[in-house]
């Protein structure tokens, strides 16, 4: 069974078209980046596979299937919805934090709405411990500190450590690493594609035959920093997905659109033109 998979796929938000027609098959434990200029609308494609959660459905005009875990999101329920997305962790480009709950009551979120007669309070924030000392955030667990005391990079890990925190089978990541120094984006993209926490109680939810690494989908408009992290690239241009390949792939191709993407710093020289294979739409 694929992780996700995505059937000619239309999307109109308030008379604009975003996805036209696009496809897409993402396998257990791969790791995927979808690029794109700013504004060509790649943030829906995570937020389509969530179900578009926050966005109203007089302003929406969603064509096609999504399919994730082998449920198709359209054939869902309110409940059921609820019951997927807490088995998906997403780290939005704004960190999408509750801004009056602090970094703690943020990071524990999942587990006390989804969790809290199960695991109990003690597990619950031993849980919070181990993700916030493995991402050196011990510092923000305190009480009582909250959003608004933390800096872009901080609440980007606070978003990831509520992310990780129920052990997801899929990770969403929409722009992670935008407005970061090189430094903390090429830290963040350390844990983001390769973090796999540990903890002592384990959850009572059915996971299924997946990889023991999550399955990764990340937005962005920059290709070069994902290089040596992911298994596939893949290119969002007026509506529709064109596979580039992997990074011997990117770093091959002569198109205008990829060496836009990859930025002034890498150079691929005088090799032969690698071309970009549209996907089915």
């Known amino acids: 069974m694929n992780c996700v998979e995505m059937r000619h796929v239309r999307l109109e ?11 897409l098959t993402v396998a257990p434990g791969e790791a995927v980046v979808i690029a794109g200029l700013p504004g060509c609308g790649k943030s829906f494609v ?15 005009n969603l064509q096609g299937d999504i399919i994730v875990a082998g449920q198709r999101i359209g054939d869902l329920n309110s409940q059921e919805l609820q019951a997927l997305r807490r088995r998906v962790g997403s780290v939005m480009r704004d960190g999408g934090l509750i801004e009056n709950m602090d970094v703690r009551a943020n990071v524990t979120l999942p587990l006390t709405y989804h969790y809290q007669n199960t695991l109990g309070p003690a597990a619950i924030q031993a849980r919070c411990d181990a993700v916030l000392e493995d991402l050196q955030l011990s510092r923000l667990g305190a009480p009582g500190i909250r959003p608004v005391a ?14 990780v925190i129920c052990e997801p089978f899929l990770l969403l990541f929409d722009e992670p690493c935008l407005g970061l120094s090189p430094g903390s984006a090429r830290r963040l993209s350390d844990f983001a594609f390769s973090y796999q926490p540990a903890f002592a109680t384990a959850l009572p939810q059915e996971q ?15 290709l070069g920093r994902y290089l040596d992290r992911a298994d596939r690239f ?24 990829v060496r836009q993407l990859l930025g002034k ?9 690698v071309m970009t294979e549209a996907i089915d739409g």
């Open 150 to 163: 933390l800096n872009r990079e901080e609440r980007l890990y606070v978003s990831l450590a509520r992310a």
């Open 208 to 222: 299924g035959d997946w990889a023991s690494l999550p399955t990764r989908i990340v937005t962005t408009a920059d």
């Open 234 to 257: 893949i290119l969002l241009h007026d509506g529709r997905l064109e596979v580039i390949g992997d990074r011997m792939a990117v770093l091959g191709s002569h198109d205008p659109r």
């Open 265 to 273: 710093e890498f150079n691929p020289g005088p090799s032969a033109p």
């Open 46 to 60: 995570p937020r389509c596979i969530l179900g578009l959660p926050g966005m109203d459905a007089d302003e929406v």
């Open 13 to 23: 938000v308030d008379g604009r078209r975003y996805l036209d027609g696009v496809s």
